[in-house]
């Protein structure tokens, strides 16, 4: 009988700044303060996850780092970085909040188990690399002219699908500053649970004359009847981003909106996140994959998602400063996600 592989893990929280301050309708972000996790084999194979933090679903740094020893020491009991489903039950068992926490862990596991078959992921899930859609890049809330400027230069490296935040009384002023300076782009904007019912319904009519494609949580969470009030009211679709954090929230957003937005610092992990997007499919919405602002060591792994998606948002280590990240990920020329260039096994994130 062949002895399982023994494990051994460690973490590093790092302090990732942004290229521009990074403002949405709740507040302004500088930095990114990610935890990097590293699982290795016997034979010196590593595995790398990271995690991005948000406080808004109650949880930061400072947690992630509090519970890491606890989650690890389930990942050196099994000790075998293939027995993903059981090392996630029981992480889930001892630690049952920190989503973002338990997502490095289960990416760096991701990472691992693939690098000791010698693919990339989505091989191993037997996906089609050439499925994936294109990444949106998200332009924060900024003096008008100024986002006009950052549109222009996302516009002249090529990105062609453009995410606004939106969630102040100059959305209309943004958005046709915006269209005007990229008048070809495909237009997405999120409010980010700033907007009511009642507004939703009257900017969905203009939005829809700009030319955008749909519009990304404009209701509070705490608000189920408004979201699906603003559904029914909208003309443009309606995509669930803070509605949309577990499994159990699909079935709760299905008669309330169009997309599923699912995050994998929300859910949990990879395993996770791919039973919310089956779980989607079968309620009749469409899935859109979006994230924090992350290191590439996670960002990559979202990556491989990508065949499964009608729609991807992973620009946050994007977002960052050259430099800033200590990892190089999938390549994204343009916004396009080139899983086809990852000519290394598992995640493609690598140091």
């Not at 309620?283 to 009608?310: F, K, Q, R, T, Y």
Request: aromatic residues 4%; charged residues 25%.
């Amino acid at each position: 009988m062949t002895s399982s592989p023994s494990l051994s893990a460690s973490f590093e929280r790092v302090s990732l700044p942004l290229e521009h301050d990074f403002t949405i309708s709740r507040g302004t972000t500088t930095a990114a303060e990610n935890v990097l996790v590293r699982i290795e084999d016997e034979d010196g194979m590593i595995g790398v996850g990271a995690a991005a933090p948000s406080a808004h679903y109650g949880e930061t740094a400072d947690t992630v780092v509090a519970v890491l020893p606890d989650l690890l020491a389930e990942v050196e009991t099994v000790g075998d970085p293939h027995a993903i489903a059981e090392i996630e039950e029981r992480m889930e068992a001892v630690v049952a909040d920190n989503p973002a926490a338990r997502c490095a862990v289960s990416i760096a596991l991701h990472d691992l188990a693939a690098k000791r078959l010698g693919a990339p992921l989505y091989r191993l899930w037997g996906l089609n690399s050439a499925d994936t859609p294109d990444t949106s890049y998200t332009i924060g809330i900024d003096d008008t002219d100024v986002m006009r400027e950052k549109t222009a230069t996302a516009v002249e490296t090529g990105h062609s699908t453009l995410k606004l935040k939106l969630g102040t009384d100059r959305d209309r002023e943004v958005v046709e500053a915006v269209r005007e300076e990229a008048p070809d782009a495909t237009l997405r904007v999120d409010a980010n649970e700033a907007w009511t019912p009642r507004e939703t319904a009257r900017k969905s009519e203009w939005l829809a004359d700009l030319g955008v494609e749909f519009i990304e949580q404009p209701i509070p969470a705490s608000d189920p009847a408004g979201l699906k009030d603003a559904f029914e009211r909208s003309v443009l679709p309606i995509a669930a981003d803070e509605s949309c954090v577990t499994l159990a929230d699909i079935p709760q957003i299905a008669d309330r909106c169009d997309i599923a937005n699912l995050k994998l610092m929300k859910c949990g992990g990879l395993l996770e996140a791919k039973r919310m997007i089956h779980a989607a499919r079968a309620h009749g919405l469409e899935v859109m994959l979006g994230c924090m602002v992350e290191s590439n060591a996670a960002i990559a792994a979202g990556c491989h998602l990508g065949p499964l998606l009608d729609y991807a948002d992973l620009d946050g280590s994007l977002l960052l400063a050259d430099g800033a990240d200590p990892f190089d990920g999938v390549p994204m020329p343009e916004g396009r996600i080139d899983l086809a260039a990852v000519d290394r096994p598992g995640t493609g994130a690598v140091e």
